[in-house]
């Protein structure tokens, strides 16, 4: 059935060890120290890049999250507030300009004391009565 051979028996692999050469004339122990270099540089980029922090406390979880929801809701309401030029224009007015005649042809309490204080006084100030006194 099975005949014997004189041939030696097949050699055994040299069993893997961190000396053993893998490519290009480096060990097992420089390819994996390399390896793992490249991924560490890898991960700290990304971290670096993407602010991807891990937080140390849940203060700072909830801190986190309080921040992100306030800035969402800011964000929601400046979605609503209307353009610059409609909030200075005046419904029915013509032009900026015509509004600013209109306020100043509007009296005011200080105007009328004024002008009720000049015509007592004629030219003289307020400055100048207040410094008599």
């Avoid at 969402?72 to 610059?84: E, I, Q, S």
């Amino acid at each position: 059935l099975s005949q014997a051979t004189t041939e030696p028996p097949k050699k055994k692999p040299d069993p893997v060890t961190s000396e053993t050469v893998v490519i290009w004339g480096l060990r097992l122990w420089q390819v994996v120290g390399i390896f793992a270099l490249f991924v560490l540089a890898v991960i700290i980029t990304l971290c670096c890049i993407f602010k991807c922090r891990i937080p140390r406390t849940r203060k700072e979880i909830e801190a986190r999250y309080a921040q992100r929801q306030a800035a969402k809701n800011y964000a929601d309401k400046l979605d609503t507030v209307p353009p610059l030029n409609e909030l200075t224009e005046i419904p029915g007015g013509t032009s900026p300009q015509a509004a600013e005649e209109k306020k100043e042809e509007v009296p005011t309490v200080s105007g009328k004391v004024d002008t009720a204080q000049g015509k007592k006084d004629g030219s003289k100030s307020t400055k100048k009565k207040d410094g008599e006194k």
